[in-house]
């Protein structure tokens, strides 16, 4: 079974950056399309963005465009998101998903 593992999360000012890490045990990473989700206190679960197998093709959320960044290291059997001009509103428990396997999550609060 595909276990995945969050990483990079913490506490930022407002326009300040973070990057994310969504590492995999046992299997590799490559066989998948990587989503990041994130989800609020109060609100759903949303989609943030996604990366194909080979990393050609990614797409996003219109509220992270030009801010975020997500790649994928298939080497190192990890997909990151980079977080840029990070905002209040970004502030969420930051999930990766593979194939409907999900990770603990990671908090990331943006906050002066």
């Known amino acids: 079974q595909l276990q995945l593992v969050e990483s990079g999360g913490g506490l930022v000012q407002p326009g300040g950056s973070l990057r994310l890490s969504c590492a995999a045990s046992?299997?590799?990473?490559?066989?998948?399309?990587i989503s990041w989700f994130r989800q609020a206190p109060g609100k759903e679960r949303e989609g943030v963005s996604c990366?194909?197998?080979?990393?050609?093709?990614?797409n996003y959320a219109d509220s992270v465009k030009g801010r975020f960044t997500i790649y994928r290291d298939n080497a190192e059997n990890t997909v990151y998101l980079q977080m840029n001009s990070l905002k209040p509103e970004d502030t969420a428990v930051y999930y990766c998903?593979?194939?409907?396997?999900w990770g603990q999550g990671t908090q990331v609060t943006v906050s002066s």
């Open positions: 046992a299997l590799t990473l490559d066989y998948y399309i």
């Open positions: 990366i194909s197998r080979d990393g050609g093709t990614t």
């Open positions: 998903n593979a194939a409907g396997n």
